[in-house]
Structure formats: structure tokens, C-alpha cells
């Protein structure tokens, strides 16, 4: 984390969004660096818990520190429904935003076609999941229903076209994000 942190200060970022799964050495390093960190949660079936999740967002929660954290999970494939359900408790819990990969791939969506007949943005309307506001990242599969729904709840996009591109999963619908005011 210290050489990302050097990494990024020499091209001039001062700060970042961290979706990492170790957030304690992330927030440790970006301290011991001076660096402005949110971290967010990347909840899934195979690493972190509920109770990590929670009390990382309790320890950084403090507006004046250097580092910050964010409800959030790794991405609807990767989270059981259960876990979905529990995270949107989470965020009403603490009336919070929440944060997650969405709709990168053509896959993806068709997985969760097939598992709840639904997009993982409807699906995700349906479990109140972004009625705090919130971001999804990358949002390259999307309808216009899924756009609709990022715009009534106030959820921003974080496009991540180095990333797309490697992948070839796409390109979002920027053009059409932006008439919506998303």
C-alpha cells in the first residue's frame, strides 16, 4: 500500500478510493504517508464478514482523519441474496451510501438475469440498496431502466475505461448518463 501511495503522489494524486480487503494496512499506510484514503467495503462470499464490515465503517468514520471508509461489497455475483439483504440493512442501519461494482461485464448481467430475472441495478432498487445515494463502478451494461434508477437514487457512476478495456467488456453509456444527469 506505502509503494501505490508513492506511486500516486509522484503522478500528483493526492488522494484515493480504496476497495481493498485489507483496510486496517491500507489505512495504516496512507496515515504513516500523509494521504487521503476512502476506503470501501468489499464484502463478498469468500472474504470479509458483516462484523469486519461494520466495525471498519465505525473506526474511519471520523470526518477529520485522513482516511475514511464506505459501505460496500465486491459485486452481485460474487454475494449470496442473503448477504445482499444483510448489506442493505446495513446501509439503512446507518442511513448510508453503498458502493459496489455493477454491470461491468455482459455476463454479469445475464448471471443475474438468470438468478432473479432482473438486472443487478433493479435487482438492487428492489432490496432498497442505494436509497442513501451511493456509486456503482463501471456500469457498462446498462438499460435505460438501470439509468433511471441510478438517477432517481442519486447514485454516481465511476466509469473505468483502463480497466474496460483490458477486460474488452465495453464501454458505458456516458453520453446517456450524462443527458439523464447521472
Excluded at 20 to 26: A, Q, S
Excluded at 38 to 47: E, I, P, T
Excluded at 59 to 79: C, I, M, Q, W
Excluded at 121 to 135: P, V, W
Aim: aromatic share 10%; glycine share 8%; proline share 3%.
Amino acid at each position: 500500500s506505502k509503494l501505490a501511495i508513492l506511486e500516486y503522489l509522484t503522478s500528483g494524486m493526492t488522494a484515493n478510493f480504496d476497495m481493498y480487503l485489507t483496510p486496517d494496512t491500507v489505512a495504516q499506510a496512507s496515515l504513516d504517508c500523509g494521504f487521503r484514503t476512502v476506503m470501501c467495503g468489499g464484502l463478498n462470499n469468500f472474504s470479509q464478514s458483516f462484523e469486519e464490515l461494520e466495525a471498519w465503517y465505525q473506526k474511519y468514520s471520523d470526518p477529520e482523519s485522513l482516511v475514511g471508509f464506505r459501505l460496500g461489497f465486491h459485486a452481485e455475483y460474487t454475494n449470496s441474496r442473503e448477504n445482499l439483504e444483510r448489506l442493505s440493512a446495513l446501509a439503512h442501519k446507518y442511513q448510508a451510501p453503498m458502493y459496489t461494482h455493477n454491470s461491468e461485464s455482459k455476463s454479469e448481467v445475464e448471471g443475474c438475469l438468470e438468478r432473479y430475472g432482473k438486472t443487478p441495478t433493479a435487482l438492487f432498487e428492489e432490496l432498497g440498496m442505494f436509497d442513501f445515494g451511493g456509486a456503482c463502478f463501471h456500469c457498462v451494461h446498462m438499460t435505460d431502466e438501470d439509468l433511471d434508477i441510478l438517477k432517481k437514487r442519486n447514485v454516481y457512476v465511476v466509469t473505468n475505461p483502463g480497466s474496460n478495456t483490458k477486460l474488452a467488456s465495453g464501454i458505458a453509456r456516458i453520453e446517456d448518463m450524462l443527458e439523464r444527469g447521472v
